[in-house]
């Protein structure tokens, strides 16, 4: 078996960054993070509130990302995708490794690591874990470890969660936009909708503010939504400034991606956002991402195309949006 570099073994024997690593002064978080007492406020809406709907189209158009509470998804469903996701991490790296995805042979789900270079040639301090989890056509249980434990059950009793509040803010964005509650999940894929779990890991780190987790993105999915653990890390760029998006307990935090900015022909926005890492501890993240099925074709939605505005997207095949983004091709 090959072996599989990951930053979580390199990060046990190091005193010092090495170069690869070393962001541009541009990108350096400590150095382009938002450190005014007057920084924005990010919204935290309240899924129970009789405003939420309004709330969600607000902060979607406006951010791109919120925070949810009193979402109706467990505390316990919760804690038991972060737990199986902990020990799976915490398992020896030869057991990890037997779940290594292999894009060269075209196994693109499984465990990784960010160590291929970017265009500036740097390197991304975080390892991860991702596989399907809905819909069944889509599931290749092979890829899920068989350790931890409960691994399975935790993540297929998320994802039915995941499900109901994907279709609630799908109501909620369409409403909004004047179209039927119903007509993003049906113009993403309905019963179709791909769920897509992922575990990022990023370990301590020697000098954290010279280097990034995640370098900043906006993700190609309709949204994503994403738990964190309590370690500092997500930030949101707005306004020219990167802020950091605070830690609220019992809170899932909601990415708008590309998809839905392509629907809606730009009226809400796809977020721009990355994440730091910290000096002593370990931060992790669970984000979902909720994407269309290959073959399905996204674009404006014909109701929000006029005279007066005209589509600003192309429609594609989502597998072939994918691609483009992937590889850096143009839209």
Partial sequence: MAEVQSVQALASSLAALPPEFVRSEHERPGATTFRGGD??????????????????????????????????????????????????????????????????????????????????????????????VAPPAMVNHDIWPSHPAGYREANEEYCKHMQRLARKLFEHLSTALGLDGGAMWEAFGG??????HKINFYPPCPEPELTLGVAPHTDMSTFTVLVPNDVQGLQVFKDGHWYDVKYVPDALIIHIGDQIEILSN????????????????????????????????????????TDGSPAKYKAKKFKDYRHCKINKLPM
């Fill in 39 to 132: 920084a924005p406020e990010i919204p935290v809406i309240d899924m129970a509130a009789p405003e939420s709907a309004a709330r969600v189209a607000e902060a979607a158009a406006e951010w791109g990302l919120f925070q949810v509470v009193n979402h109706g998804v467990p505390a316990a469903a919760v804690a038991e995708l972060q737990r199986v996701g902990r020990e799976f991490f915490a398992l020896p790296q030869e057991e990890k490794a037997r779940y290594a995805m292999d894009a060269s042979s075209g196994k693109m789900e499984g465990y990784g690591s960010k160590l291929q270079k970017d265009l500036e040639g740097k390197k991304a301090w975080a390892d991860f874990f991702f596989h399907n």
């Fill in 191 to 196: 019963d179709e909708l791909v769920f897509l």
């Fill in 266 to 305: 730009g009226r809400y926005k796809a977020v721009l956002h990355r994440t730091t890492v910290d000096k002593d501890r370990t931060r992790m993240s669970w984000p979902v991402f909720v994407e269309p099925p290959p073959e399905h074709v996204v674009g404006p939605h014909p109701q929000l195309v």
